[in-house]
């Protein structure tokens, strides 16, 4: 079943060098292996490009807290976590990701647990499609496309549920279990979320005040971008321009 599908490490079991090859070959697929610590073991092409590095030494033995926004990276590590204790995968989650470079990319990300010869979890070994680089993922959530497009590019006006909805032409109830099913969020905190997303980024690269930040991307009360700024990312907007910009 694939609920207790595993990547074994056993050497006898497979060529490690071949299964990163067979995914240097998917031009729309991100690989990578971590161990328990969650420190990188091993990514294809595609996934050390995404990271900004040239070559894999780079990469081996440094985590997702190198690379990516703190509140990102306690999430990635408790879905990491969750999948070596259980030994079950997390299989087509929808994420937006806060990519390096200061852009947001949206994926489909599955997790397996990686296991030795005596069926021990040593780490985990997974994979991101890119909506952008491959449309067949998309075909399951295809009435959402015309959502993720509209959020884009209107995330910083004052877009309602009933705004997506209409979007994807449906009723807001028929919309906001859709979508629920899609992302696994409800529309309104998704949305929330994104924005805060997109703040984070704002905060690193550029040089706009925190209000200015605040209404760039949708937040007419200064309060309330902090209090859910502070709540997502556990520290307020100034801190974390200063941690992550030092």
Not at 36 to 60: D, H, I
Not at 162 to 184: N, P
Not at 226 to 233: D, I, N, P, Q
């Amino acid at each position: 079943m694939v609920a207790d599908a595993c990547l074994s490490l056993d050497p006898a079991a497979y060529d490690a060098a071949s299964v990163i090859a067979v995914f240097a070959a998917l031009d729309d697929v991100y690989f990578f292996m971590k161990d328990r610590a969650g420190r990188f073991l091993a990514a294809n092409p595609l996934q050390l490009k995404k990271l900004g590095l040239s070559t894999e030494s780079e990469l081996v033995g440094k985590s997702d807290h190198d690379f990516f926004p703190s509140y990102m990276t306690a999430r990635y590590a408790e879905d990491d976590a969750w999948v070596i204790r259980t030994g079950r995968p997390i299989l087509r989650r929808v994420e937006v990701v806060a990519d390096p470079d200061g852009s947001v990319s949206w994926h489909v990300t599955t997790k397996f647990p990686l296991k030795d010869r005596s069926g021990k979890c040593v780490g985990i070994v997974g994979c991101m499609r890119d909506f952008e680089r491959a449309n067949s993922v998309w075909r399951p959530y295809r009435r959402m496309r015309a959502v993720k497009e509209f959020i884009g590019e209107h995330f910083g006006e004052g877009i309602t549920v009933a705004d997506l909805a209409a979007v994807a032409h449906l009723s807001v109830s028929q919309f906001e279990r859709r979508f629920k099913q899609v992302f696994d969020e409800r529309p309104a905190r998704f949305l929330i979320q994104y924005r805060l997303t997109r703040a984070s980024q704002l905060l690193v690269h550029s040089d706009f005040s925190i209000s200015e930040v605040a209404q760039r991307v949708g937040f007419y009360d200064h309060s309330h971008f902090t209090r859910e700024f502070k709540a997502l990312f556990a520290m307020p907007p100034g801190r974390y321009r200063q941690r992550h910009r030092a």
